[in-house]
């Protein structure tokens, strides 16, 4: 059974930093992607930045790029998301999400490619 736990979610003033941790309880095979999406009230889910498991890829959403880095810990099967300069408007709920199928690189920001989900975590970001 494939298992996402989300934490370090907070509440920070614009310009701060976080850092989001997913531990996954499958860490292995080629074809093994997690990304990060959040949502806020009343909007749809978007995704945020997109890893591969098994190799070096990474994406990232437009309005994240050159704040926010998605990286692996391997010995803790745990994928990160640092954030920084936040800005209000990255409030949200942000969940990871897991697939164990090729995912196409175009298509790895769409939550319909991930069929398993964690409970998510709170970042609220105050101007």
């Known amino acids: 059974q494939v298992q996402l736990m989300e934490s370090g979610g907070g509440s920070v003033q614009a310009g701060g930093s976080l850092r989001l941790s997913c531990e996954a309880s499958d860490f292995n095979g080629v074809t093994n992607y997690i990304a990060w999406f959040r949502q806020a009230p009343g909007k749809e889910r978007e995704g945020v930045a997109a890893k591969s498991i098994g190799g070096s890829s990474t994406d990232y959403a437009d309005s994240v790029k050159g704040r926010f880095t998605i990286s692996q810990d391997d010995a803790r099967k745990t994928v990160y998301l640092q954030m920084t300069s936040l800005k209000p408007e990255d409030s949200g709920m942000y969940y990871c999400?897991?697939?164990?199928?090729?995912?196409?690189?175009?298509?790895?920001?769409?939550?319909?490619?991930?069929?398993?989900w964690g409970q998510g975590t709170q970042v609220t970001v105050s101007s």
């Open positions: 999400a897991q697939a164990l199928t090729y995912v196409l690189k175009n298509a790895r920001l769409r939550p319909d490619e991930y069929p398993y």
